[in-house]
């Protein structure tokens, strides 16, 4: 069982919890292949991304949630269909200087 580490400063902790659920998203190949394809496509169906990655749609399902949960995509359903797009404002947070100067003493 995980056990919480307490910190003194408890806004440093929340901020790194928010980057741990992030790049826990993204270590997973095929995670990245999903996040690719919504790339290039700009919006792509679940029914597109299921055919084009040879992925169950119940699989694909559990992998976009991880990545909707980072909050790294966004879902926009039209009837019975869910199109994904990139969440562009969180990938580029994660992309950006401020996590690195977290890192930076220079």
Known sequence: ?????????????QTF????????????????????EITDAGEVCVCDLSE???????????HLKI??????ITKDTRGTWSYYKLNHKEMNHLLSQEL????RKE
């Open 1 to 13: 069982m995980k056990k919480d580490i307490p910190f003194k400063d408890e806004s440093l902790d």
């Open 17 to 36: 919890r928010m980057y741990e659920k992030k790049f826990k998203a993204l270590a997973d190949v095929r995670r990245l292949h999903i996040l690719n």
């Open 52 to 62: 084009k990655l040879h992925v169950p749609q119940s699989k694909l399902s559990y």
């Open 67 to 72: 990545l909707m949960d980072a909050e790294l």
């Open 100 to 103: 690195c100067c977290l890192f």
